[in-house]
Nanobody, 116 residues
Framework: QVQLVESGGGLVQPGGSLRLSCVASGYTFSAYDISWYRQAPGKERELVATISSSGTRLHYANSVKGRFTISRDNAKNTVYLQMNSLEPEDTGIYYC?????????WGQGTQVTVSS
């Protein structure tokens, strides 16, 4: 079965950096686009970034453009989210997600807290 496992979250000061990872299994990783979402306390889950199956097409939310970078390693079945210049507004649970046969699969999430 499809499984997505995020890691790399933690507590960081404003202006700091974190690198999130999401390891996928149970399907052909290189055949599907994959996305990072986040959910802040009391807010709806929102799309952060998407990378195409080949890694050639990238999409970012306006709020993270120029600060976050999504990438993937198809040999390792892993997608990354490099987050720089972090702001308190980036605090939330970060999830990776794929859509396969019109079904959304989510990881369990990793907590990111940006605070001084």
């Amino acid at each position: 079965q499809v499984q997505l496992v995020e890691s790399g979250g933690g507590l960081v000061q404003p202006g700091g950096s974190l690198r999130l990872s999401c390891v996928a299994s149970g399907y052909t990783f290189s055949a599907y686009d994959i996305s990072w979402y986040r959910q802040a306390p009391g807010k709806e889950r929102e799309l952060v970034a998407t990378i195409s199956s080949s890694g050639t097409r990238l999409h970012y939310a306006n709020s993270v453009k120029g600060r976050f970078t999504i990438s993937r390693d198809n040999a390792k079945n892993t997608v990354y989210l490099q987050m720089n210049s972090l702001e308190p507004e980036d605090t939330g649970i970060y999830y990776c997600k794929i859509r396969r046969y019109n079904i959304d699969y989510w990881g369990q999430g990793t907590q990111v807290t940006v605070s001084s």
